[in-house]
């Protein structure tokens, strides 16, 4: 759910400053009945009919714009699903130091693995020295 509410609080970040910049818009933000939940809930179901999985920022903010403009649009019904944000999302300090430890431990293991590996490998043994001379047929021609 952290890639959802991070969705919204970029929908309501997005529409707090564009209050801030159009006047026009500002009144109608100021005066409007719709949550911030409405706004996504029909951001979420105009995706849905339209079928497609990926939209640029602009694309979304826009039919914020839209859900708030139009008071009289139907909303739709909540769609219980994960938003995917394109944003970055700061982690808090714990999480980056849980993040480190698991990252930390899978090396180690990988670590671990490849010198196991390196050490299951049979060696390879030099050939022994034949302590005997074995005769040769050139011994023999020698004499």
């Given at each position: 759910m952290k890639g959802t509410e991070h969705f919204k609080q970029?929908?309501?970040?997005?529409l707090d400053q564009r209050a801030q910049e159009d006047e026009l818009f500002r009144a109608k933000y100021e005066t409007t009945q719709r949550t911030i939940d409405d706004v996504?809930?029909?951001i979420l179901n105009e995706v849905k009919k339209s079928g497609c999985c990926g939209y640029s920022d602009e694309e979304i903010f826009s039919?914020?714009?839209h859900a708030i403009d139009e008071p009289s649009l139907e909303i739709g019904k909540p769609i219980d699903c994960n938003v995917v944000v394109n944003h970055h999302i700061e982690l808090t300090e714990e999480e980056k130091a849980q993040q480190k430890a698991i990252a930390?431990?899978?090396f180690q293991e990988e670590e671990l693995r490849k010198i196991q590996q390196r050490n299951s490998r049979p060696?390879?043994?030099?050939?022994?020295?034949n302590k005997q001379n074995q005769p040769s047929l050139f011994?023999?021609?020698a004499q």
């Open positions: 970029v929908i309501k970040n997005y996504v809930t029909f039919l914020a714009v930390l431990k899978r060696k390879v043994s030099k050939p022994q020295e011994d023999f021609c």
